[in-house]
């Protein structure tokens, strides 16, 4: 497949003011706008409001273009004004994504994104909400149907917003809050500012940074470092952080008679450096979501002592780097303090603790891959109209079942005179999401209705379609809504008339999708013989979970069941039971094998509407004892394991999924040279390859590898190499993905 480089994804980060870029959310922001590779987004931050240290010039040095619309209500003619600006602006620089940060922003950007048909909409919720009341909660139920994701800094607040709002789980995506790990190189201690405020080497340092304002719990660190100061003498309590109380805290101070032990250092932006000095750090607050204050604890290596609310439980764990104690609570704030003024192996290995836990876990590169993973989420309804559970059918649950970091949606066009819904009860099986769509006859035209409904209801970015039924579906629901259509051609198999000119229509429309993906080169070169271009055609192999056929363990106790002797040499073909599949060969050839032969068994697996005939032949053939028919199983893998070989005798073929089952099973296959199998078996190398139709060249080959447990064993093991480089799901997902974004950004 042909790497590309599709165009840039157009994103806008939305924010109420950036006051500076020291607060939680404005140091994500510019955090987030500045690690974002710039050969693939172009950023955009758009700030309501603009004041304060946040500049202009050093958010655009982050390779970002900034906005600014003075909207001084949302609700007002400021709003109403700028917001007609926004929407033009969305419009003109064909905005992708818009991920809004704080209430207003969420509002108002929310609305115009909306209306200027921004495709991925993400807002934030980064607190526990101690500031909302009902008439948010109730502002953000009327807009949550308007946005396709939403991201917390917290498992609890994700909660919080399931229980307030009522947004589905699936909805919401967690992802911490980064931060840099200081430089070990770099050592400023400031030694001389420490000096002059009067601080020593043998004092013991207790830091707290935050705002001082209610919610951030200063009251009572106060209460509980007033009784400890009493006791040790050289401890001193660090406040860092801008006074919004106009000197409440400080009066306190005065009143608990600790003013001379007690440093009020106001706003700094030398955090980090200033962590250096704290043997403690401390964060009693009343309400939290996701601490930027705990994470730089944690990298400077301190242990922390923190209420616990909101994120913090999710940063500290209890005892391990950090202690918890319950909010308000001034004598547990105290007896932790104690604890760990009184034992500093305990504050250095909780220190260490913290460190590797935020490196791991809460580092500035895990926060930017989870927002790039959000970015290139994908929606997708793979539609099918479906005969049964078989080769295609396999692929799009396969595919689906992929889609990491995206939403798939496995549909099934059910036709009422001839339902089969097997994929969805699979689906369902491996936790997927499902939608039938039930067509009253052989083509329903009200069907691309209820299709486009869903579309929409969902925000569907692709529709992937896998035959000439949901193809057609796929044309016209594409061109009655925005969303992108492609389409998988996993081969026609004209068995009658009526599938021949079934074909023809398929083929006339598959040539106005924007990209048609071939499970061989071979059927993409029918294709470009229709002077279809190239541009539009992609070849991807079909994929299977390698792993899953690791049957092995099972082959005992499936062969017992199956009635096979040790000694049994078990030659199995797997299909549906149709004229195409060949199988009135694989029993012509069964018979000349049983006559040079001895200990061969033939095991059939699967249904269809050849059972009766095929059951006639045998007993014709004198068959019976020696052929087993299994009808359709759910336990491939074991069913593999139990065999010895496996044939494929089809008359005509895409890609058969059974072929590359085999070959993960450590199956030796031989098979018919139609549809893309040549591209797959290798004769005499991987398996052996025959002309279909030839039951004496498929009786050596069965004869020749019941006799040879030597060329089996080879054939198998370079089968299974094979597969494992070219056919796993993950790899197949990843090129389809490849094409999705294609399609969706070019």
Known sequence: MTLRNPSKKRIVLLTDCLVDLAGGAEKQIY??????DKSIYEVHIVILNFCGQGSKEILEATGSQVQVFRVIRVYGLSGLIQGFRFYKFLKDNRINILLTYHFSSDMWGTFWGHLAGVKSIISNRRDMGFWRVNSHVTAYKLIDHWVDRIVTVSRSIKQMVINEEGVEAQRIEVIYNGVNLPQKDIQSFQEKEKALLGLHDNDILIMHVANLKPVKGHKYLLEAFAAISALYPHVRLILIGQDELNGQIQNMAKG?????????????????SLLNWADICVLPSLSEGMSNSILEYMAAQKPVIATDVGGNPELIKDGVNGLLVEIENSQQLQDALLLLINDRKKCLDMGRAGYE???????????????????TQ???????????LFGAERVVLNLASKNEGGTSFVGVINNSHNSHTEIIEEAKKLNLNTVVFDSKGKFDLGLIGI??????????????????????????VANLTRVKWIATHHGWIATDKKLAFYEKIDSFILKYAPKIVFV????????????????????????????????????????????????????????????????EIFLKAAVEVLKNTQHVKFIIVGDGPLRKKLEQEICDLNLSGRILFTGIREDMPAIYAACDILVNSSHSEGLPMTILEAMASRLPVIATQVGAVGEVIRSQENGILLQPGDEHQLALGMMALARDNEKCRRFAEIAYQDVCARFSDTGMARKYKQVYEEVLFQ
Request: net charge positive; hydrophobic share 40%; proline share 2%.
């Open 31 to 36: 955090e987030l706008a500045r690690g974002l």
């Open 357 to 375: 836990r935020v490196k791991n876990e809460f580092s500035m590169p895990a926060m930017l891959l989870g927002y790039e993973r959000l970015f």
């Open 451 to 476: 299709i486009r409904r869903f579309i929409i209801e969902h925000k569907i970015d692709i529709i992937h379609t896998h035959n000439y039924k949901s193809d057609v579906a796929g044309i016209f």
């Open 256 to 272: 608990l008679n600790i003013s001379d032990k007690v440093i009020f250092m106001g706003k700094r932006d030398d955090v980090p």
């Open 520 to 583: 061989s080169s071979k059927m993409k070169q029918k294709f470009l013989n229709k002077n279809i271009k190239e541009g539009h055609l992609e070849v991807i192999d079909n994929g299977i979970p390698i792993e899953k056929f690791d049957g092995r363990a099972q082959r005992q106790s499936t062969r017992s069941s199956l009635g096979l002797r040790d000694d049994d040499c078990a030659i199995v073909i797997v299909g549906r039971l149709s004229r195409e599949k060949g199988h």
């Open 378 to 388: 994908i929606k997708v309804l793979h539609l099918i109209s479906s005969g049964g």
